[in-house]
Protein backbone atom coordinates (compact mmCIF):
# COMPACT_ATOMS: atom_id res chain seq x y z
CA UNK A 1 0.00 0.00 0.00
CA UNK A 2 1.33 3.74 -0.83
CA UNK A 3 1.56 6.22 1.76
CA UNK A 4 -1.23 7.96 -0.45
CA UNK A 5 -3.77 5.03 0.01
CA UNK A 6 -4.27 6.25 3.59
CA UNK A 7 -4.78 9.50 2.79
CA UNK A 8 -8.63 10.80 2.18
CA UNK A 9 -9.47 12.01 -1.31
CA UNK A 10 -9.39 15.44 -0.24
CA UNK A 11 -6.47 15.52 1.13
CA UNK A 12 -4.89 14.27 -2.21
CA UNK A 13 -6.95 16.57 -4.48
CA UNK A 14 -5.47 19.24 -2.21
CA UNK A 15 -2.09 18.31 -3.47
CA UNK A 16 -2.23 16.71 -6.50
CA UNK A 17 -0.64 18.55 -9.51
CA UNK A 18 -2.88 17.27 -11.92
CA UNK A 19 -5.88 18.79 -12.47
CA UNK A 20 -7.64 16.06 -14.06
CA UNK A 21 -7.23 13.83 -10.76
CA UNK A 22 -7.79 16.69 -8.52
CA UNK A 23 -11.13 16.80 -10.20
CA UNK A 24 -11.71 12.61 -9.68
CA UNK A 25 -10.80 13.27 -6.31
CA UNK A 26 -13.41 16.22 -5.44
CA UNK A 27 -15.63 14.42 -7.12
CA UNK A 28 -15.14 10.67 -5.26
CA UNK A 29 -15.41 13.04 -2.17
CA UNK A 30 -18.37 14.91 -2.82
CA UNK A 31 -20.66 12.08 -4.35
CA UNK A 32 -18.72 9.85 -1.31
CA UNK A 33 -18.53 7.16 -3.87
CA UNK A 34 -15.27 5.10 -5.63
CA UNK A 35 -17.37 3.24 -8.19
CA UNK A 36 -16.62 3.20 -11.72
CA UNK A 37 -19.26 1.28 -13.62
CA UNK A 38 -18.19 -0.58 -16.63
CA UNK A 39 -21.02 0.15 -18.96
CA UNK A 40 -20.93 -3.13 -21.26
CA UNK A 41 -23.84 -2.73 -23.02
CA UNK A 42 -24.35 -2.65 -26.94
CA UNK A 43 -26.80 0.03 -27.99
CA UNK A 44 -26.72 4.05 -27.11
CA UNK A 45 -30.25 3.29 -25.73
CA UNK A 46 -28.76 1.18 -23.25
CA UNK A 47 -26.00 2.88 -22.55
CA UNK A 48 -27.52 6.35 -21.95
CA UNK A 49 -30.02 4.93 -19.80
CA UNK A 50 -27.80 3.14 -17.66
CA UNK A 51 -25.28 6.28 -16.95
CA UNK A 52 -28.59 8.38 -16.31
CA UNK A 53 -29.74 6.23 -13.52
CA UNK A 54 -26.48 4.87 -11.93
CA UNK A 55 -25.16 8.47 -12.40
CA UNK A 56 -25.58 9.83 -9.10
CA UNK A 57 -23.64 6.95 -7.75
CA UNK A 58 -20.80 6.57 -9.49
CA UNK A 59 -17.34 8.41 -9.94
CA UNK A 60 -16.48 7.24 -13.46
CA UNK A 61 -18.16 5.71 -16.20
CA UNK A 62 -15.93 3.26 -18.12
CA UNK A 63 -17.23 2.58 -21.63
CA UNK A 64 -16.41 0.06 -24.47
CA UNK A 65 -17.53 2.49 -27.17
CA UNK A 66 -16.65 0.03 -29.98
CA UNK A 67 -19.31 -2.90 -28.63
CA UNK A 68 -22.09 -0.06 -29.10
CA UNK A 69 -23.80 -0.89 -32.41
CA UNK A 70 -25.22 2.04 -33.27
CA UNK A 71 -22.83 4.05 -32.49
CA UNK A 72 -22.81 7.99 -33.67
CA UNK A 73 -22.73 11.43 -32.63
CA UNK A 74 -25.78 10.78 -30.77
CA UNK A 75 -24.06 8.52 -28.31
CA UNK A 76 -21.17 11.26 -27.78
CA UNK A 77 -23.77 13.85 -27.17
CA UNK A 78 -25.55 12.18 -24.83
CA UNK A 79 -22.62 10.88 -23.22
CA UNK A 80 -21.20 14.47 -22.33
CA UNK A 81 -24.63 15.40 -21.42
CA UNK A 82 -24.73 13.24 -18.68
CA UNK A 83 -21.16 13.25 -17.55
CA UNK A 84 -22.42 16.89 -17.10
CA UNK A 85 -25.21 16.25 -15.76
CA UNK A 86 -24.74 13.48 -12.75
CA UNK A 87 -20.86 15.04 -12.74
CA UNK A 88 -18.88 12.23 -12.99
CA UNK A 89 -16.05 11.60 -15.63
CA UNK A 90 -15.98 9.16 -18.78
CA UNK A 91 -13.15 6.81 -19.54
CA UNK A 92 -12.96 4.78 -22.81
CA UNK A 93 -11.20 1.63 -21.94
CA UNK A 94 -9.68 1.26 -25.28
CA UNK A 95 -6.77 -0.56 -24.67
CA UNK A 96 -4.68 1.10 -26.99
CA UNK A 97 -1.45 -1.53 -27.82
CA UNK A 98 0.14 -0.36 -31.35
CA UNK A 99 2.87 1.84 -32.28
CA UNK A 100 2.85 5.34 -31.32
CA UNK A 101 2.00 6.52 -35.17
CA UNK A 102 -1.18 4.20 -35.17
CA UNK A 103 -2.29 5.06 -31.55
CA UNK A 104 -2.42 8.92 -32.08
CA UNK A 105 -4.88 7.97 -35.17
CA UNK A 106 -7.08 5.78 -32.58
CA UNK A 107 -7.14 8.01 -30.04
CA UNK A 108 -7.61 11.25 -31.78
CA UNK A 109 -10.38 11.73 -34.93
CA UNK A 110 -11.23 8.15 -36.18
CA UNK A 111 -14.24 6.72 -36.05
CA UNK A 112 -14.88 6.85 -32.26
CA UNK A 113 -13.47 10.30 -31.98
CA UNK A 114 -12.27 9.31 -28.01
CA UNK A 115 -10.19 11.96 -27.58
CA UNK A 116 -12.80 14.58 -28.20
CA UNK A 117 -15.13 12.79 -24.72
CA UNK A 118 -12.94 10.30 -23.29
CA UNK A 119 -11.34 12.15 -20.19
CA UNK A 120 -9.33 8.94 -19.44
CA UNK A 121 -8.37 6.54 -21.80
CA UNK A 122 -5.69 3.82 -20.71
CA UNK A 123 -2.76 1.51 -23.26
CA UNK A 124 -0.87 -1.38 -22.54
CA UNK A 125 3.01 -1.00 -22.64
CA UNK A 126 3.82 -4.07 -24.71
CA UNK A 127 4.79 -2.32 -27.36
CA UNK A 128 7.33 0.40 -25.35
CA UNK A 129 7.65 3.44 -24.37
CA UNK A 130 6.63 5.48 -27.77
CA UNK A 131 2.64 4.67 -27.15
CA UNK A 132 2.80 6.52 -23.84
CA UNK A 133 5.02 9.13 -25.49
CA UNK A 134 2.35 9.47 -28.59
CA UNK A 135 -0.61 9.77 -26.74
CA UNK A 136 1.11 12.26 -24.47
CA UNK A 137 1.73 13.98 -27.56
CA UNK A 138 -2.42 14.41 -29.06
CA UNK A 139 -3.07 15.97 -25.62
CA UNK A 140 -0.45 18.40 -25.11
CA UNK A 141 -0.63 19.64 -28.74
CA UNK A 142 -1.08 23.20 -29.38
CA UNK A 143 -4.96 22.64 -31.46
CA UNK A 144 -6.05 19.76 -28.79
CA UNK A 145 -7.94 21.55 -26.35
CA UNK A 146 -9.22 19.28 -24.07
CA UNK A 147 -5.80 18.73 -22.93
CA UNK A 148 -5.65 19.51 -19.10
CA UNK A 149 -9.12 17.63 -18.94
CA UNK A 150 -7.26 14.01 -20.50
CA UNK A 151 -5.60 11.40 -18.44
CA UNK A 152 -4.11 8.04 -19.20
CA UNK A 153 -4.03 5.03 -17.02
CA UNK A 154 -1.28 1.63 -17.52
CA UNK A 155 -2.60 -1.12 -18.13
CA UNK A 156 0.19 -2.88 -15.30
CA UNK A 157 -2.21 -5.51 -13.96
CA UNK A 158 -5.01 -7.69 -15.42
CA UNK A 159 -7.29 -9.85 -13.07
CA UNK A 160 -8.05 -12.71 -16.03
CA UNK A 161 -6.81 -16.21 -15.46
CA UNK A 162 -3.45 -16.54 -16.98
CA UNK A 163 -2.34 -13.18 -16.97
CA UNK A 164 1.02 -11.78 -18.37
CA UNK A 165 0.79 -8.46 -17.19
CA UNK A 166 2.97 -9.37 -14.31
CA UNK A 167 6.48 -9.06 -13.21
CA UNK A 168 8.92 -7.03 -15.56
CA UNK A 169 5.75 -6.30 -17.68
CA UNK A 170 4.53 -4.10 -14.32
CA UNK A 171 7.62 -2.93 -13.42
CA UNK A 172 7.86 -1.01 -16.84
CA UNK A 173 4.57 0.10 -16.66
CA UNK A 174 5.20 1.75 -13.22
CA UNK A 175 8.37 3.30 -15.48
CA UNK A 176 6.94 4.62 -17.86
CA UNK A 177 4.27 6.31 -15.69
CA UNK A 178 7.08 8.19 -14.23
CA UNK A 179 8.45 9.23 -17.08
CA UNK A 180 5.33 10.21 -18.46
CA UNK A 181 3.54 11.81 -15.13
CA UNK A 182 1.86 14.88 -16.50
CA UNK A 183 -0.02 12.71 -18.78
CA UNK A 184 -0.55 9.12 -16.60
CA UNK A 185 -2.58 9.48 -13.88
CA UNK A 186 -2.50 5.51 -12.26
CA UNK A 187 -2.87 2.53 -13.50
CA UNK A 188 -5.03 -0.44 -14.12
CA UNK A 189 -4.16 -2.99 -11.40
CA UNK A 190 -5.15 -4.74 -8.50
CA UNK A 191 -3.22 -2.80 -5.82
CA UNK A 192 -1.19 0.48 -5.31
CA UNK A 193 2.56 -0.13 -7.33
CA UNK A 194 4.35 2.58 -5.57
CA UNK A 195 6.14 0.11 -3.75
CA UNK A 196 7.42 -1.74 -6.98
CA UNK A 197 11.28 -2.22 -7.30
CA UNK A 198 12.73 -0.98 -10.29
CA UNK A 199 16.08 -0.64 -11.50
CA UNK A 200 15.07 2.61 -13.93
CA UNK A 201 13.01 4.57 -12.00
CA UNK A 202 12.09 5.34 -8.26
CA UNK A 203 9.50 7.06 -6.05
CA UNK A 204 9.54 10.83 -5.93
CA UNK A 205 8.28 12.12 -3.02
CA UNK A 206 4.63 12.62 -2.53
CA UNK A 207 3.83 10.27 -6.11
CA UNK A 208 0.63 9.46 -6.06
CA UNK A 209 -1.07 7.42 -8.99
CA UNK A 210 -4.07 6.54 -8.62
CA UNK A 211 -5.10 3.14 -9.11
CA UNK A 212 -8.35 1.12 -10.73
CA UNK A 213 -9.10 -2.24 -9.73
CA UNK A 214 -10.95 -3.80 -12.44
CA UNK A 215 -12.96 -7.34 -11.75
CA UNK A 216 -14.90 -6.15 -8.66
CA UNK A 217 -18.35 -7.96 -8.33
CA UNK A 218 -20.28 -8.54 -4.57
CA UNK A 219 -21.76 -12.29 -5.74
CA UNK A 220 -19.40 -13.82 -8.74
CA UNK A 221 -16.10 -15.63 -8.22
CA UNK A 222 -15.65 -15.35 -11.99
CA UNK A 223 -16.96 -16.67 -15.34
CA UNK A 224 -16.32 -19.30 -17.86
CA UNK A 225 -13.82 -17.33 -20.30
CA UNK A 226 -11.22 -17.15 -17.57
CA UNK A 227 -12.70 -13.43 -15.64
CA UNK A 228 -11.48 -13.20 -11.95
CA UNK A 229 -13.80 -11.75 -9.09
CA UNK A 230 -13.10 -10.11 -6.17
CA UNK A 231 -15.49 -7.60 -3.68
CA UNK A 232 -14.86 -3.87 -3.09
CA UNK A 233 -13.51 -4.63 0.60
CA UNK A 234 -10.28 -6.64 -0.64
CA UNK A 235 -9.80 -4.78 -3.93
CA UNK A 236 -9.76 -1.20 -1.96
CA UNK A 237 -7.22 -3.22 1.13
CA UNK A 238 -5.40 -4.16 -1.84
CA UNK A 239 -5.26 -0.19 -3.10
CA UNK A 240 -7.52 0.34 -5.58
CA UNK A 241 -8.42 3.90 -5.02
CA UNK A 242 -11.58 3.05 -7.64
CA UNK A 243 -13.17 -0.03 -8.11
CA UNK A 244 -14.75 -1.16 -11.24
CA UNK A 245 -17.36 -3.41 -11.52
CA UNK A 246 -19.60 -4.51 -14.48
CA UNK A 247 -21.74 -7.57 -14.72
CA UNK A 248 -22.35 -7.12 -11.04
CA UNK A 249 -24.22 -4.38 -11.80
CA UNK A 250 -25.83 -3.52 -15.09
CA UNK A 251 -26.67 -7.09 -15.50
CA UNK A 252 -28.58 -7.06 -11.92
CA UNK A 253 -32.34 -7.58 -11.61
CA UNK A 254 -32.27 -4.03 -10.40
CA UNK A 255 -28.95 -2.25 -11.55
CA UNK A 256 -29.37 1.23 -9.59
CA UNK A 257 -30.26 -0.85 -6.51
CA UNK A 258 -27.30 -2.76 -7.21
CA UNK A 259 -25.04 0.34 -7.73
CA UNK A 260 -25.86 1.47 -4.67
CA UNK A 261 -24.57 -1.63 -2.21
CA UNK A 262 -21.17 -0.99 -4.33
CA UNK A 263 -21.24 2.54 -3.74
CA UNK A 264 -21.87 1.59 0.19
CA UNK A 265 -19.18 -0.99 0.50
CA UNK A 266 -16.38 0.86 -1.62
CA UNK A 267 -17.04 3.56 0.20
CA UNK A 268 -17.09 2.19 3.70
CA UNK A 269 -13.48 0.27 2.87
CA UNK A 270 -12.48 3.52 1.53
CA UNK A 271 -13.25 5.19 5.05
CA UNK A 272 -11.93 1.50 6.99
CA UNK A 273 -8.52 1.90 5.17
CA UNK A 274 -8.29 5.45 5.78
CA UNK A 275 -8.72 5.08 9.54
CA UNK A 276 -6.39 2.79 10.07
CA UNK A 277 -3.80 4.71 8.40
CA UNK A 278 -4.17 7.79 11.12
CA UNK B 1 13.51 -20.83 -39.69
CA UNK B 2 11.07 -23.77 -39.48
CA UNK B 3 10.91 -26.64 -42.38
CA UNK B 4 8.01 -25.01 -43.28
CA UNK B 5 9.37 -21.90 -44.16
CA UNK B 6 11.50 -23.70 -46.79
CA UNK B 7 8.37 -24.78 -48.66
CA UNK B 8 6.94 -23.67 -51.51
CA UNK B 9 3.28 -21.56 -50.86
CA UNK B 10 1.70 -24.45 -53.06
CA UNK B 11 3.26 -27.31 -51.30
CA UNK B 12 2.23 -25.97 -47.82
CA UNK B 13 -1.18 -24.86 -49.26
CA UNK B 14 -1.69 -28.83 -50.69
CA UNK B 15 -0.97 -30.01 -46.99
CA UNK B 16 -2.74 -27.45 -44.78
CA UNK B 17 -5.90 -28.21 -42.76
CA UNK B 18 -7.15 -24.77 -42.52
CA UNK B 19 -9.08 -23.43 -45.40
CA UNK B 20 -8.07 -19.58 -44.88
CA UNK B 21 -4.10 -20.78 -44.66
CA UNK B 22 -4.61 -22.55 -48.05
CA UNK B 23 -6.76 -20.09 -50.03
CA UNK B 24 -3.82 -17.22 -48.49
CA UNK B 25 -1.34 -19.23 -49.75
CA UNK B 26 -3.33 -19.79 -53.14
CA UNK B 27 -3.43 -16.18 -53.91
CA UNK B 28 0.45 -15.30 -52.85
CA UNK B 29 1.12 -18.19 -55.44
CA UNK B 30 -1.68 -17.30 -58.13
CA UNK B 31 -0.45 -13.53 -57.60
CA UNK B 32 2.84 -13.93 -56.99
CA UNK B 33 2.85 -11.58 -53.85
CA UNK B 34 3.69 -12.11 -50.40
CA UNK B 35 3.13 -8.58 -49.78
CA UNK B 36 0.67 -7.00 -46.57
CA UNK B 37 -0.14 -3.15 -47.29
CA UNK B 38 -0.77 -1.47 -43.94
CA UNK B 39 -3.77 0.99 -45.29
CA UNK B 40 -3.30 3.49 -42.73
CA UNK B 41 -5.37 6.22 -44.11
CA UNK B 42 -8.05 8.04 -42.63
CA UNK B 43 -10.89 8.26 -45.28
CA UNK B 44 -13.30 5.78 -46.85
CA UNK B 45 -12.52 7.04 -50.17
CA UNK B 46 -8.54 7.07 -49.39
CA UNK B 47 -8.93 3.34 -48.08
CA UNK B 48 -11.06 2.17 -50.95
CA UNK B 49 -8.66 3.98 -53.75
CA UNK B 50 -6.04 2.46 -51.78
CA UNK B 51 -7.24 -0.98 -52.17
CA UNK B 52 -8.43 -0.54 -55.86
CA UNK B 53 -5.10 0.67 -56.99
CA UNK B 54 -2.43 -1.84 -54.76
CA UNK B 55 -4.80 -4.86 -54.96
CA UNK B 56 -3.70 -6.78 -58.17
CA UNK B 57 -0.12 -6.43 -56.11
CA UNK B 58 -0.97 -7.27 -52.72
CA UNK B 59 -2.20 -10.70 -50.97
CA UNK B 60 -3.44 -8.76 -47.83
CA UNK B 61 -4.60 -5.51 -46.74
CA UNK B 62 -4.09 -4.61 -43.19
CA UNK B 63 -6.67 -2.45 -41.82
CA UNK B 64 -7.21 -0.27 -38.62
CA UNK B 65 -10.78 0.53 -39.57
CA UNK B 66 -11.07 2.76 -36.44
CA UNK B 67 -9.12 5.52 -38.24
CA UNK B 68 -11.39 5.85 -41.02
CA UNK B 69 -13.32 9.07 -39.67
CA UNK B 70 -16.20 8.15 -41.76
CA UNK B 71 -16.18 4.48 -41.22
CA UNK B 72 -19.69 3.48 -42.31
CA UNK B 73 -21.81 0.34 -44.49
CA UNK B 74 -20.00 2.02 -47.29
CA UNK B 75 -16.81 1.52 -46.18
CA UNK B 76 -17.64 -2.22 -45.21
CA UNK B 77 -19.72 -2.59 -48.81
CA UNK B 78 -16.51 -1.36 -50.25
CA UNK B 79 -13.82 -3.31 -48.67
CA UNK B 80 -15.27 -6.58 -49.61
CA UNK B 81 -15.96 -5.92 -52.94
CA UNK B 82 -12.39 -5.10 -53.75
CA UNK B 83 -11.27 -7.83 -51.85
CA UNK B 84 -13.28 -10.15 -54.61
CA UNK B 85 -12.52 -7.86 -56.85
CA UNK B 86 -8.35 -8.35 -56.56
CA UNK B 87 -8.63 -11.50 -54.53
CA UNK B 88 -7.29 -10.62 -51.33
CA UNK B 89 -8.29 -11.70 -48.01
CA UNK B 90 -8.48 -8.21 -45.69
CA UNK B 91 -6.48 -8.59 -41.84
CA UNK B 92 -8.07 -6.09 -39.19
CA UNK B 93 -4.75 -5.27 -36.86
CA UNK B 94 -7.67 -4.63 -33.61
CA UNK B 95 -5.11 -6.12 -31.92
CA UNK B 96 -7.63 -7.66 -29.42
CA UNK B 97 -6.37 -7.35 -25.74
CA UNK B 98 -9.24 -7.96 -22.98
CA UNK B 99 -11.39 -10.13 -21.14
CA UNK B 100 -12.82 -12.43 -23.04
CA UNK B 101 -16.45 -11.64 -22.89
CA UNK B 102 -15.21 -8.02 -23.76
CA UNK B 103 -13.42 -9.36 -27.03
CA UNK B 104 -16.83 -11.15 -28.07
CA UNK B 105 -18.58 -8.10 -28.44
CA UNK B 106 -15.17 -6.22 -29.85
CA UNK B 107 -15.12 -8.58 -32.36
CA UNK B 108 -18.66 -9.62 -33.48
CA UNK B 109 -21.48 -6.47 -33.88
CA UNK B 110 -20.59 -3.39 -32.48
CA UNK B 111 -19.44 -0.16 -33.80
CA UNK B 112 -16.88 -1.69 -36.05
CA UNK B 113 -18.81 -5.12 -37.21
CA UNK B 114 -15.27 -6.70 -37.56
CA UNK B 115 -16.65 -10.17 -37.70
CA UNK B 116 -18.14 -9.85 -40.93
CA UNK B 117 -15.89 -8.59 -43.15
CA UNK B 118 -12.12 -9.14 -41.79
CA UNK B 119 -10.83 -12.72 -43.09
CA UNK B 120 -7.83 -12.12 -40.46
CA UNK B 121 -7.77 -10.66 -36.53
CA UNK B 122 -4.99 -10.45 -34.14
CA UNK B 123 -4.95 -10.46 -30.24
CA UNK B 124 -2.39 -10.22 -27.53
CA UNK B 125 -2.38 -13.15 -25.14
CA UNK B 126 -1.14 -10.49 -22.42
CA UNK B 127 -5.53 -11.17 -20.75
CA UNK B 128 -4.30 -15.17 -20.70
CA UNK B 129 -5.96 -17.64 -22.88
CA UNK B 130 -9.12 -16.77 -22.30
CA UNK B 131 -8.97 -14.17 -25.43
CA UNK B 132 -8.24 -16.64 -27.86
CA UNK B 133 -11.14 -19.07 -26.39
CA UNK B 134 -13.16 -15.85 -26.79
CA UNK B 135 -12.54 -15.39 -29.99
CA UNK B 136 -12.12 -18.99 -31.00
CA UNK B 137 -16.19 -19.41 -30.00
CA UNK B 138 -17.18 -16.63 -32.00
CA UNK B 139 -16.04 -17.89 -35.16
CA UNK B 140 -17.37 -21.86 -34.64
CA UNK B 141 -20.47 -20.75 -33.40
CA UNK B 142 -23.73 -22.48 -34.92
CA UNK B 143 -25.51 -18.58 -35.85
CA UNK B 144 -21.88 -17.27 -37.58
CA UNK B 145 -21.68 -17.90 -41.05
CA UNK B 146 -18.40 -17.16 -41.77
CA UNK B 147 -16.28 -19.89 -39.67
CA UNK B 148 -13.81 -21.33 -41.97
CA UNK B 149 -12.88 -17.86 -43.88
CA UNK B 150 -11.76 -16.48 -40.18
CA UNK B 151 -8.41 -16.83 -38.70
CA UNK B 152 -6.15 -15.27 -35.97
CA UNK B 153 -2.98 -14.51 -35.89
CA UNK B 154 -1.68 -14.13 -32.43
CA UNK B 155 0.64 -10.88 -31.78
CA UNK B 156 3.53 -13.05 -30.60
CA UNK B 157 6.02 -9.99 -31.34
CA UNK B 158 6.45 -6.34 -32.11
CA UNK B 159 8.75 -4.37 -34.04
CA UNK B 160 8.45 -1.22 -31.94
CA UNK B 161 11.82 -0.27 -29.46
CA UNK B 162 11.04 -1.32 -25.68
CA UNK B 163 8.85 -4.48 -26.98
CA UNK B 164 8.09 -6.30 -24.07
CA UNK B 165 6.55 -9.11 -26.32
CA UNK B 166 9.73 -11.39 -25.83
CA UNK B 167 10.51 -14.27 -23.90
CA UNK B 168 8.12 -15.95 -22.12
CA UNK B 169 5.40 -13.51 -23.75
CA UNK B 170 6.09 -15.03 -27.05
CA UNK B 171 6.64 -18.53 -25.68
CA UNK B 172 3.07 -18.46 -23.84
CA UNK B 173 1.76 -17.24 -27.51
CA UNK B 174 2.77 -20.13 -29.33
CA UNK B 175 1.32 -22.74 -26.70
CA UNK B 176 -2.20 -20.75 -27.32
CA UNK B 177 -1.75 -21.39 -31.13
CA UNK B 178 -0.97 -24.94 -31.02
CA UNK B 179 -4.06 -25.08 -28.12
CA UNK B 180 -6.45 -22.93 -30.54
CA UNK B 181 -4.61 -24.66 -33.53
CA UNK B 182 -8.00 -24.42 -35.23
CA UNK B 183 -8.49 -21.05 -35.25
CA UNK B 184 -5.33 -19.74 -34.56
CA UNK B 185 -3.43 -19.34 -38.18
CA UNK B 186 -0.33 -18.10 -37.14
CA UNK B 187 1.71 -14.85 -35.72
CA UNK B 188 2.44 -11.56 -36.01
CA UNK B 189 6.67 -12.22 -34.97
CA UNK B 190 9.67 -11.16 -36.43
CA UNK B 191 10.54 -14.82 -37.44
CA UNK B 192 9.08 -18.24 -37.17
CA UNK B 193 8.65 -19.69 -33.68
CA UNK B 194 8.37 -23.14 -34.47
CA UNK B 195 11.72 -23.65 -32.84
CA UNK B 196 10.76 -21.63 -29.88
CA UNK B 197 11.08 -23.71 -26.40
CA UNK B 198 8.01 -24.38 -24.50
CA UNK B 199 7.82 -26.34 -21.08
CA UNK B 200 3.93 -26.37 -21.68
CA UNK B 201 3.93 -27.66 -25.68
CA UNK B 202 5.72 -29.17 -28.66
CA UNK B 203 5.60 -28.70 -32.25
CA UNK B 204 3.31 -31.78 -33.76
CA UNK B 205 4.73 -33.33 -36.94
CA UNK B 206 4.21 -30.87 -39.98
CA UNK B 207 2.88 -27.63 -37.94
CA UNK B 208 2.78 -25.21 -40.21
CA UNK B 209 2.01 -21.80 -38.63
CA UNK B 210 2.09 -18.11 -41.10
CA UNK B 211 3.90 -16.10 -40.02
CA UNK B 212 3.29 -12.19 -40.62
CA UNK B 213 6.06 -9.35 -39.68
CA UNK B 214 5.76 -6.01 -39.25
CA UNK B 215 7.73 -2.84 -39.98
CA UNK B 216 8.92 -3.44 -43.39
CA UNK B 217 10.48 -0.42 -44.82
CA UNK B 218 13.01 -0.11 -48.16
CA UNK B 219 13.66 3.13 -47.22
CA UNK B 220 13.58 4.08 -44.13
CA UNK B 221 14.62 3.45 -40.50
CA UNK B 222 12.46 3.82 -38.06
CA UNK B 223 10.16 6.71 -37.22
CA UNK B 224 10.18 9.66 -33.65
CA UNK B 225 7.76 7.23 -32.17
CA UNK B 226 9.85 4.40 -31.57
CA UNK B 227 8.89 2.02 -34.99
CA UNK B 228 11.64 0.47 -36.43
CA UNK B 229 12.09 -1.07 -40.05
CA UNK B 230 13.87 -3.75 -42.09
CA UNK B 231 13.85 -4.84 -45.44
CA UNK B 232 11.35 -7.07 -46.76
CA UNK B 233 14.48 -9.42 -47.67
CA UNK B 234 16.21 -9.76 -44.01
CA UNK B 235 12.38 -10.47 -43.25
CA UNK B 236 11.50 -12.78 -45.22
CA UNK B 237 14.84 -14.44 -44.85
CA UNK B 238 14.15 -14.24 -40.92
CA UNK B 239 10.93 -16.82 -41.80
CA UNK B 240 8.08 -14.11 -42.94
CA UNK B 241 5.82 -15.82 -44.80
CA UNK B 242 3.88 -12.52 -45.59
CA UNK B 243 5.57 -9.16 -45.11
CA UNK B 244 4.04 -6.05 -43.80
CA UNK B 245 4.72 -2.55 -45.41
CA UNK B 246 2.54 0.50 -44.40
CA UNK B 247 4.11 4.12 -44.82
CA UNK B 248 6.87 2.66 -47.62
CA UNK B 249 3.75 2.12 -49.55
CA UNK B 250 0.93 3.96 -49.33
CA UNK B 251 2.67 7.51 -48.47
CA UNK B 252 5.21 7.34 -51.21
CA UNK B 253 4.58 9.60 -54.54
CA UNK B 254 3.51 6.60 -56.31
CA UNK B 255 2.21 4.17 -54.15
CA UNK B 256 1.63 1.48 -57.33
CA UNK B 257 5.07 1.75 -58.18
CA UNK B 258 6.33 1.09 -54.64
CA UNK B 259 3.93 -1.53 -54.07
CA UNK B 260 5.29 -3.00 -57.70
CA UNK B 261 9.17 -2.49 -55.35
CA UNK B 262 7.71 -4.31 -52.33
CA UNK B 263 6.15 -7.15 -54.24
CA UNK B 264 9.65 -7.91 -56.30
CA UNK B 265 11.69 -7.54 -53.40
CA UNK B 266 9.42 -9.80 -51.46
CA UNK B 267 9.21 -12.34 -54.12
CA UNK B 268 12.50 -12.79 -55.11
CA UNK B 269 13.65 -13.03 -51.31
CA UNK B 270 11.01 -15.89 -51.03
CA UNK B 271 12.09 -17.83 -54.22
CA UNK B 272 15.76 -17.12 -52.53
CA UNK B 273 14.59 -18.73 -49.16
CA UNK B 274 12.86 -21.98 -51.13
CA UNK B 275 15.48 -22.26 -53.68
CA UNK B 276 18.21 -22.64 -50.66
CA UNK B 277 16.43 -25.36 -48.78
CA UNK B 278 15.94 -27.56 -52.38
Known amino acids: MSSAS ?21 IAELKKTNVTVSADVTSTMELLELADCLGPHIAVIKTHVDIVSDFSNDTVVGLKRLAEKHNFLIFEDRKFIDIGNTVQKQ ?17 S ?18 DFHHGPERGLLILAEMTSKGS ?15 EYKDFVIGFISTRALTE ?43 GADFIIAGRGIYAASDPVEAVKRYQKEGWDAYLGRVARTE
Chains 1, 2 share one sequence.
Open 164 to 178: LATGAYTTASVDYAR
Open 125 to 142: ILPGGGIVEALAQVASSN
Open 6 to 26: GQTYSARASKHSNALVKRLFD
Open 196 to 238: VQSDVTSATEGEDFVVFTTGVNLSSKGDKLGQQYQTPKSAIER
Open 107 to 123: YHGGALRISEWAHIINC
